[in-house]
């Protein structure tokens, strides 16, 4: 067998090695046979189907395919920044995660790092000008913004997003990303004044509108002395990470055409024109039902009482006020194949609402006199024709929990149950976890042909995404 002499190896390939092996501690000779190791391992087919060796080909050679090696390739784009260098960084933890790099540097990026490091770190040939007749032969500026998975830009700079946000194609990284028919991932990078210049608030929010993903920037020291804030770049593997959650593929959308309506939180109910009673609801767990929803491919509806939460991304948010603004609202957003009434509706309301703010009089108190509101899982449940065909209602109780989410079930005509023991020392009101158990009725309403099933002790969104998956299944049996 031809013994090998490390120092007959291409320039690159020697570069690689001398990175890699001091990453690890090695010498060059050790990496070598580990890289040799870790080629051989698993693959008993390589001596008829070997992948090609990492790049060899100088700047200026045709621009080809990334190696087959890897399913996911990733285009990264290197800016002019002081956080250049964690982006050396980055292409390993790309490559920890067999996403294949090819990366562009701006020419300020050169300043920062060099070609070589970048081009022996991802074992591919670095692009960094648009005018190359090596690869603009066959318009290699489109292909390297379409030949991959993910466009990540890293650290982007001020100006790459200002670029990015008016269309400017003047250079190699901005033609990319104006040609770019794949998903872009920016992580800016600069010092806080530059981060918090009104410009660059508007290139954020253009780029946000645009459907550019963005990761960071983090909070913490600049480069320069003595400045901190927000405008450092995120740490590698968070990039990483993010990149590889656009990466992967879609998940499963179970209720894609399925019509879910919920409500959320407390409802307010005025006892004059300032004052109201309300309850300790926050909304959180019907907000993350919505969420969850959304994501399982579901046309989401949510009615929601005065809680401080934001709108989950593509969900139809309508506030109320009062547990009859709700209701109104409710049967307005019908039809609908499910309908989860997670919200915390004050069984009663003030009978006397006062027009005027109420006085102290040497009278005494004002007599409150409440009345029953309408109850609006009771209301749906009951319906003739819109009633949608899954009901599920929520049991907020702090004493005899399940024997009284059976009642609730009986007596309001639901499906389903969602049974909480809201008792104060357990912090499930307002709090992020929930305890919950799931009573289910096969059409019996025989209270003793009700299953419970016990849930242990989760997040609320986890508690949201196995309510959306059982709701996910029963639908699909039904339908
Ligand atoms: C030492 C030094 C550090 C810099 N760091 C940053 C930075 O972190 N973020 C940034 O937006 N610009 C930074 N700049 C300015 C950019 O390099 C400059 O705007 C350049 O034109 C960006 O080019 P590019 O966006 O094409 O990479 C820095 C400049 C210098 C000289």
């Not at 981060?195 to 913490?220: C, E, K, Y």
């Not at 901190?228 to 593929?249: H, K, T, Y």
């Not at 499910?338 to 009089?361: P, S, Y």
């Not at 305890?435 to 019996?444: A, F, S």
Request: hydrophobic share 45%; glycine share 8%; charged share 25%.
């Amino acid at each position: 067998m031809a013994s090998l002499t490390i120092r007959k190896l291409d320039e690159t390939v020697k570069a690689y090695l001398r990175l890699r092996s001091a990453g690890n501690g090695r010498s060059v000779e050790e990496e070598v046979r580990v890289i040799l190791g870790e080629l051989i391992q698993g693959r008993p087919e390589l001596p008829g189907g070997a992948s090609p060796p990492p790049s060899t080909e100088a700047p200026g050679q045709t621009l080809r395919s990334v190696s087959p090696s890897s399913e996911r390739n990733v285009t990264l784009i290197i800016g002019g920044g002081i956080a250049a260098f964690k982006s050396l960084e980055l292409i390993r933890r790309l490559k920890e995660r067999h996403i294949d790099v090819r990366c562009v540097l701006t020419k300020a990026a050169q300043q920062f790092v060099t070609p070589l490091s970048a081009s022996a770190l991802s074992h591919e040939r670095v692009y960094t000008d648009l005018f190359d007749p090596g690869s603009e032969f066959d318009a290699g500026h489109i292909r390297l913004a379409r030949e991959c998975d993910l466009i990540v830009v890293a650290p982007a700079t001020a100006d790459l997003m200002a670029k990015m946000a008016h269309g400017h194609a003047d250079d190699l990284a901005s033609a990319i990303l104006l040609a770019a028919n794949r998903p872009i991932l920016v992580a800016p990078a600069m010092n806080p004044l530059m981060w918090n210049n009104a410009a660059t608030r508007r290139n954020v929010l253009q780029l946000r509108r645009d459907g550019i993903h963005m990761i960071g920037p983090n909070v913490g020291e600049m480069a320069e002395t003595g400045e901190a804030g927000v405008g450092r770049m995120s740490e590698a593997i968070e990039i990483a990470a993010a990149a590889a959650d656009i990466l992967r593929p879609p998940r499963p959308r179970p209720l894609t055409g399925k019509r879910v309506l919920i409500t959320a939180g407390p409802t307010h109910e005025a006892i004059d024109p300032v004052r109201y009673i309300a309850n300790r609801s926050s909304g959180k767990q019907g907000f993350a039902i919505a969420a969850a929803a959304q994501a399982a491919g579901a046309d989401v509806t949510l009615v929601s009482g005065p809680v401080e939460l934001r709108d989950p991304a593509g969900v139809t948010v309508i506030r109320v006020e009062s547990a009859r603004d709700m209701l109104h609202r409710v049967e307005a957003a019908l039809p609908a194949d499910v309908a989860i009434f997670a919200a915390a509706v004050a069984d009663w309301r003030v009978a006397n609402e006062g027009e005027q703010k109420l006085k102290k009089t040497s009278a005494g108190m004002p007599p409150l006199q409440l009345v029953e509101n309408p109850d609006i899982l009771a209301t749906i449940s009951k319906l003739k024709d819109k009633r949608p065909p899954l009901v599920i209602g929520f049991a907020a109780e702090t004493e005899h929990l399940i024997d009284n989410a059976k009642a609730k079930i009986a007596r309001k005509g639901c499906d389903w149950i969602v049974a909480n023991d809201v008792s104060p020392a357990l912090g499930v009101m307002g709090g992020d976890r929930n305890t919950v158990h799931l009573l289910t009725r096969d059409g019996d309403i025989n209270i003793d042909n009700i299953k419970v099933d016990s849930w242990p002790v989760m997040t609320k969104e986890q508690v949201a995404a196995e309510l959306v998956a059982k709701i996910a299944k029963t639908v699909e049996k039904s339908s």
